[in-house]
């Protein structure tokens, strides 16, 4: 019997646009579910959508700004009236760099209403339809800054400690009625961001600096997105059905090894 499959479930990933969000839902997919991307990205979230499909796998974009709840009431609704929703990975997110000094008031805002709120909005709107359904498994994307303190990393600590907290309650709330939620803990994961971050920010040692980043995990490099898109496989497939109101760092040995 084969393992580790998502036959015949319906997945919605929000931030599936790109890094992270776009390996899931690519391994999802390949694993046969029907992916439901929300991005607000639009032009990343049909490219993503695109090929998929070219694979003959299956996948529908969902343009939403998961900051705004009527905006995901809306397209969670639009999904659950075709498909029961057997899975929610929340995993869109911004980051942020400064401490409590230097960290402006719009931009604390602006990451509680994505990181926080955005997944607050999301299990507000997926787990009635769940609930009816009889089950269904979350997968909430929190940061090794749920557990660790890092350098200059205030606000998006709050907001991944804030995504660790909902998944523990979420868990507690709902193991009745067979809803399972876990959160995983990426360290530094080679996406599109960081190559951003450090062209802007290092522009001429670009390669001087994602060498100095990827050392600062034990293992000696940054994990990639098809990693963390696996864990996630393996936390929404059947044989993690024993498995609920946990955190997974994936880190390269970060929490453990840097004490």
Not at 106 to 115: E, K, S
Not at 217 to 229: C, K, N, S, T, Y
Request: aromatic share 8%; net charge neutral.
């Amino acid at each position: 019997m084969e393992t580790f499959t998502l036959n015949n479930k319906t997945a919605v990933v929000t931030g599936g646009g790109s890094g992270i969000g776009e390996a899931i839902a690519k391994k999802f997919a390949a694993r046969g579910a029907f992916v439901h991307l929300l991005d607000f990205n639009h032009e990343a979230g049909e490219r993503v959508v695109k090929e998929i499909s070219e694979k003959k796998q299956t996948a529908m974009f969902h343009h939403c700004d998961v900051s705004k709840q009527n905006d995901v009431i809306a397209a969670i609704g639009s999904i659950a009236q075709q498909h029961p929703i057997d899975i929610l990975i929340n995993n869109a997110g911004v980051a942020h760099i400064g401490n409590v000094e230097n960290t402006a008031e719009q931009d604390f805002d602006r990451l509680y209403a994505i990181n926080v709120k955005g997944v607050y909005n999301c299990l507000h709107a997926v787990i009635p339809h769940m609930k009816k359904n009889n089950g269904g498994c979350i997968v909430n994307m929190a940061s090794i800054a749920s557990v660790v303190g890092l350098a200059d990393r205030f606000a998006y600590s709050m907001t991944k400690g804030a995504v660790l907290a909902m998944t523990y309650s979420v868990a507690k709330d709902y193991i009745k009625y067979g809803i399972r939620c876990n959160a995983i803990l990426p360290a530094r994961i080679h996406t599109p961001f960081v190559d951003g971050f450090l062209a802007k920010n290092y522009p001429g040692k670009e390669k001087e600096m994602f060498e100095k980043l990827s050392q600062s995990q034990p293992i000696g490099r940054m994990g990639e997105p098809d990693e963390v898109a696996a864990l996630a496989l393996y936390l929404c497939s059947d044989e993690a059905s024993f498995i609920t109101g946990s955190g997974y760092p994936i880190d390269g040995g970060f929490i453990t090894l840097n004490s």
